[in-house]
């Protein structure tokens, strides 16, 4: 018979791995776990629903800067939760990963996690499931409209997983990993240690082939991998206007979020769920949409920044356009410049006015 849910008998682990994506090196300040999303660092909206599904112990394994981690959340108390940090010399993959931090796991059942993904996924109703079906390993799936871009978990009438096929062009289902496991402890003991383990192609499929019970959960709440700038921007907006749920936030809701120490001019309009950070500077007649303006930026009178990112301590000139673009830490945009989609400035680099324009005119 399946026991109760006890959450607080729960391990939570949190997987950051390292610099691996796209945001980098164009915003070097902070490895992208701890980047400003909705305000806060991003690792901070997942910590905070693991608090708030009654989970109170979590490791965090990362391979990659682990010492900002400890600095930015220490033991985890002004979080309600209890933080352990396990450190890898080098990258060892999700199964390597979970087999590190095997020896700080106090409890039967983990939630595992990876790190760069925005979910709104029910944790308590995840774990129920996991106990009742009395599953080794249940995995959270979530349907998505075209699935050629992953791989996909089809899964039978009773839940039960029947494969994990990796990306095709004729997919036989729409569910997929959404990175977010519940795992038996004796499933995690399984995993070879000291070297990179996939549990996506190694791990998993190993499980069914052993015969053990592999569940997927399944629903329809938010997700949103936030490996991309395109994502990053987009998750950030879904933040401040409330479609991706964070009790971090406090119940915060509308189309922008202005930091503490921010300045903000008459007749600046900020809509799309527009992010400032701290003593950033919006000039009179900017227009920001759906913008992430990282701490200490300025944007000066007229420019307009839709869908894109600007760095700490980066400018960007009066009437400038910069339209789903990531602007590095400390570049300096000039005057009437147009930078659209894909444009991506390094940090520090400076673009003189009138310097660059996207158009068919002359």
Known sequence: MAHAVDPARTDAVILVGGQGTRLRPLTLSAPKPMLPTA?????????????????????????????VFEDEFGDGSALGLDIEYVFEEEARGTGGGIANVAPKLRYDTALVFNGDVLSGADLGALLASHHEREADL??????????????????????????????????????????????????????????????????????????????????????????????????????????????????HRGEELVHEGASVAPGALLIGG?????????????RLDGAVIFDGARIEAGAVIERSIIGFGARIG???????????????????????????V??????PDGGIRYSTDV
């Not at 690792?43 to 990659?64: C, E, K, M, Q």
């Not at 390094?346 to 673009?351: A, E, F, S």
């Open 138 to 251: 249940t995995l959270h799936l979530v349907r998505v409209g075209d699935p050629r871009a992953f791989g996909c978990v089809p899964t039978d009438p009773d839940g039960g997983v029947t494969a994990f096929l990796e990306k095709t062009q004729d997919p036989p289902t729409d569910q997929i990993n959404a990175g977010c496991y519940v795992f038996n402890r004796a499933v995690i003991d399984r995993i070879p240690t000291g070297r990179a383990v996939s549990v996506e192609r190694e791990v998993f499929p190993a499980l069914l082939a052993d015969g053990l019970k592999v569940c997927g959960y399944v629903d329809a709440t938010y997700w949103r991998d936030m490996g991309t700038p395109d994502d990053f921007v987009r998750g950030s907006a879904d933040l401040v206007r409330g479609i991706a749920p964070s009790p971090a936030l406090k119940g």
């Open 318 to 344: 009066p009437r400038a356009l910069i339209r789903d673009g990531v602007i590095g830490d400390g570049a300096n945009i000039g005057a009437r410049c147009e930078l659209l989609r894909g444009a991506r």
């Open 39 to 67: 305000g806060l660092p991003f690792l901070t909206h997942l910590l905070s629903r693991i608090a708030d599904a009654g989970i109170t112990h979590v490791v965090l394994g990362t391979s990659y800067k682990a010492g």
């Open 346 to 351: 390094w940090p520090g680099v400076t673009i």
């Open 274 to 286: 527009t992010v400032v950070g701290r003593g950033a500077e919006i000039g009179p007649g900017a």
